[in-house]
């Protein structure tokens, strides 16, 4: 797994931001952005999303939204490599 931040506090006041390249079968693990909003932007391959046990497929070019406190995990089910970014705004 690689990832990389784009921009966060302090740069940004209420917005953190990232890349993230998965290979095939690999996951980011489950876990839970309390307080915080989730987009996920799929810039190439597929993901598999999983949220609180539902999976949901989301493709190249397509887009999530995650509501707060939401366990999820995004996992590379595919033969070739994900790779998106994800925006999570912050509440104060």
């Given at each position: 797994?690689?990832?990389?931040?784009?921009?966060?506090?302090?740069?940004?006041?209420?917005?953190?931001a990232?890349?993230?390249?998965?290979?095939p079968?690999?996951?980011?693990?489950e876990?839970?952005?309390?307080k915080?909003?989730e987009i996920?932007?799929?810039?190439?391959?597929?993901?598999?999303?999983v949220i609180?046990?539902?999976?949901?497929?989301i493709?190249?070019?397509?887009?999530?939204?995650?509501?707060e406190?939401?366990?999820?995990?995004v996992?590379?089910?595919?033969?070739?490599?994900?790779?998106y970014v994800?925006?999570?705004?912050?509440?104060?």
């Amino acid at each position: 797994m690689y990832s990389e931040s784009l921009f966060k506090p302090p740069v940004t006041s209420n917005i953190k931001a990232g890349k993230v390249v998965l290979s095939p079968n690999e996951e980011v693990g489950e876990h839970v952005t309390e307080k915080r909003e989730e987009i996920l932007v799929i810039l190439r391959g597929t993901a598999t999303l999983v949220i609180d046990g539902k999976s949901t497929e989301i493709k190249e070019g397509e887009l999530y939204y995650i509501n707060e406190g939401l366990n999820h995990n995004v996992i590379n089910t595919q033969q070739e490599e994900l790779e998106y970014v994800y925006i999570v705004g912050m509440h104060n």
